[in-house]
Structures are given as structure tokens and as C-alpha cells.
């Protein structure tokens, strides 16, 4: 009989988990193994850097793409079962997962998140997917038409980088919050943390499942994206290239002065507070109020939210719009207002977050 305890820790993924987690239905394609999720964090002395080593999961399991649900760290069999659970737990709750798991060939040691117990699973009866699935909705009892919502895929094509752990995290509690209802949200991420990617797989998401305010299933929701600079707005026109180009308007003065009216034939409109500001009558006033089913207002904490700002005039006239707000900018006595307006974030990922993952870079003054 063979002894484990001379097997190295990738002898007993290869021949004890990798196989008891296969037995219990997780198709490989569900499941990454040494899964880099942070860059490393960039370390600078003087004229040189370097780079730390990331973070990386020895097992991340998946109920669909993009939606990872459990993590299970694998250590050597002359370590007990639970050896790695804490260190499994400390980056499922990086990665907002609900599942933990640690194993040394001989059984499971199991966190579930949801319920804070602990327990140790025979090596042949790890949990499958549905299992693991049914225990999630138990406690977030979705209906048809809410799930359809969440579980609404990502867009993915060969030139499309599958999201960093934060933005999944941003997206997905977005897009929950949503599906339950909840029509003010917050997301506070760092400057170049890809808040336009994020914007982004939100509408594709919301497109695509045909959520709307009024007629959820029937039609294809409308969409604004609203910025406070002309390059802000482009840019976000720009990385919505794949929806089909008759879905989307960018809205400029000029043309609503040629036109004299405004667009209204498209889904995703674009434009800045100026803008829609201009005009003898306000253009914003020339839409009915509820003619927006969800409006993304980018730099919220420019004046937005702010109660003494005209830009808070458009925000008031949809009222009826789900409205996200878009904010590098954490909390602070000179922005409360605009935490008043939207309430507090659904998620936050710090510029400190961003530096030690290694997703930007630390600066000198």
C-alpha cells in the first residue's frame, strides 16, 4: 500500500483531490488549478523593482465562467486535513467566496461562509456543484426572473480579458442588488481599477437578460452613461464596442441643436452634465422622466449626488432610473453627500488594495 506521507503535495492533488473532487461531478473545465488571482505587489528601490509573488489558489471551483463558489488549498500528507483551511478561508474572502476547503489526501475540511460551520468531509463525498448551488440560493432565494438576471453570462471574445477578482466581485454585487430591487448603488474603485470595464459587463449583463424597469423580459433596457468630461464619456462610448453600433449614441449639443430634439431611438446613450444642461430648456427635460431604465453616473463625487448642484437636477428628473454611481473617491466630509444619495457601497477596492495585488504601481512625491 502506498504511503502518503513520502507523496509531495502535487502527488496528492494528482492522485487523491483532483480525483475525489472529479468524483463528485466538477467537470474540469469548472475547475483552475494554481490560479494566479493578484498581480504581486511591485516593490521599488531606488532606480530598480520587483515583483512579489502573487496570490494564487492551488484549486478554484466554478458553477459557470466568471463565477467562481469555492477554493480549496492542498498541503502534504505529513500535515493534517485542516492545515490550509485558514489560509483558504482568508482568500475566499478575498474573492468573496462562499466555500473553503483544506485537504492533505485524506478527507476535506470544509468553511461554509454562510452559515460560519466547520466540518470534515470523507475524501468521497466532496460536495458537487448543485449542492454547493442549492445551499447559495437557500439563502438568497432568487425567482425566475431575478436569476435570469444573475446568472446572465459575461461577454467574452478572444480579445477580451477575463476580469480581475475585484471587478467579478463589482459586477456580480451589482448586478444582485439589481435583481433584489435595490435602485441607488455605489462603487468606490481606484483610479485605473477599470471602472469602465465594470460599467460595461453591468449593461451587457442587464441588456442581455432584457431587464428593464417596466417591462422586464420584453425589451432590452435604455441606458445612460453620464460623465462630467467630454474624454470620459468618449472613452466608455468606445468600450462598448460590442454591442451592436445601432444600440448605442453619443450625445452632443450640436447634433441635438441640428436635430432640434434629442435621440431617442438607441438603447446606451452617452453624454456629460453639460450637455444635457445646455439648451434654453434643459435637453434632459425633452425625455420623459421614466424613458431611462438605469443611469451610470461616472465621478459621482464630482457634484452629482451633491444637493446644491445643478447636476443633481437630471439625477432628480429620473428618479425613477436604477442609478449607479462611479467614485474613486472614499468617504469624506467634503463628498457625504453623495454616500447620502447613493448609500454605502456595494463594493470598494482602495488604491492600497490595487497597490499590494500588484495592479498598480506604488508612487514616489
Known amino acids: 500500500m502506498e504511503d502518503k506521507k513520502q507523496l509531495s503535495e502535487e502527488d496528492i492533488k494528482l492522485r487523491y483531490i483532483t480525483p475525489a473532487i472529479n468524483a463528485a461531478g466538477w467537470d474540469n473545465k469548472h475547475i483552475r488549478m494554481e490560479y494566479y488571482f493578484t498581480a504581486g505587489r511591485v516593490l521599488i528601490q531606488g532606480k530598480h523593482h520587483a515583483r512579489k509573488e502573487g496570490k494564487k489558489a492551488d484549486y478554484l471551483l466554478f458553477a459557470a465562467p466568471n463565477h467562481p463558489i469555492a477554493i480549496?488549498?492542498?498541503?502534504?500528507?505529513n500535515k493534517s486535513a485542516g492545515h490550509g483551511l485558514q489560509q483558504a478561508m482568508d482568500y475566499a474572502q478575498i474573492l468573496d467566496l462562499p466555500f473553503a476547503y483544506s485537504s492533505n489526501g485524506d478527507c476535506f475540511i470544509e468553511h461554509d461562509f454562510i452559515t460560519g460551520q466547520e466540518r470534515e468531509i470523507a475524501l468521497d463525498a466532496f460536495p458537487s456543484t448543485e449542492e454547493l448551488l442549492s445551499r447559495i440560493h437557500a439563502v438568497k432565494p432568487y425567482d425566475a426572473v431575478q436569476l435570469k438576471i444573475v446568472e446572465q453570462p459575461y461577454y467574452f471574445d478572444q480579445y477580451t480579458n477575463e476580469p480581475r477578482y475585484y471587478q467579478r466581485i463589482a459586477i456580480n454585487r451589482t448586478i444582485e442588488a439589481v435583481a433584489q430591487g435595490r435602485n441607488r448603488m455605489l462603487l468606490v474603485m481606484a483610479t485605473g481599477t477599470g471602472k469602465t470595464c465594470i460599467a460595461f459587463q453591468i449593461v451587457w449583463k442587464l441588456f442581455n437578460a432584457k431587464w428593464n424597469t417596466k417591462e422586464i423580459g420584453k425589451r432590452a433596457p435604455r441606458v445612460l452613461f453620464l460623465a462630467d468630461r467630454n474624454i470620459l464619456a468618449n472613452q466608455a462610448y468606445n468600450s462598448f464596442t460590442a454591442f451592436n453600433q445601432d444600440a448605442l449614441c453619443r450625445i452632443k449639443p450640436d447634433e441635438i441643436s441640428?436635430?432640434?430634439?434629442v435621440p431617442t431611438a438607441q438603447n446606451i446613450f452617452?453624454?456629460?452634465?453639460?450637455?444635457?444642461?445646455?439648451?434654453?430648456?434643459p435637453y434632459f427635460g425633452q425625455y420623459e422622466k421614466d424613458f431611462f431604465d438605469f443611469i451610470i453616473i461616472d465621478e459621482c463625487h464630482r457634484g452629482g449626488a451633491n444637493d446644491e448642484s445643478q447636476w443633481r437636477e437630471i439625477l432628480n428628473y429620473f428618479d425613477s432610473a436604477v442609478q449607479l454611481?462611479?467614485?474613486?473617491?472614499?468617504?469624506?466630509k467634503v463628498n457625504a453627500d453623495t454616500y447620502k444619495y447613493f448609500g454605502e457601497p456595494v463594493y470598494q477596492y482602495s488604491l492600497k488594495d490595487a497597490i499590494n495585488d500588484g495592479f498598480l504601481t506604488p508612487f514616489r512625491v
Not at 72 to 77: G, I, M, P, R, T
Not at 258 to 261: D, M, S
Open 258 to 261: 441640428k436635430n432640434g430634439t
Open 72 to 77: 480549496v488549498e492542498a498541503k502534504d500528507n
Open 270 to 281: 452617452f453624454t456629460i452634465f453639460q450637455t444635457f444642461m445646455s439648451g434654453e430648456k
Open 325 to 332: 454611481g462611479l467614485t474613486a473617491t472614499p468617504k469624506r
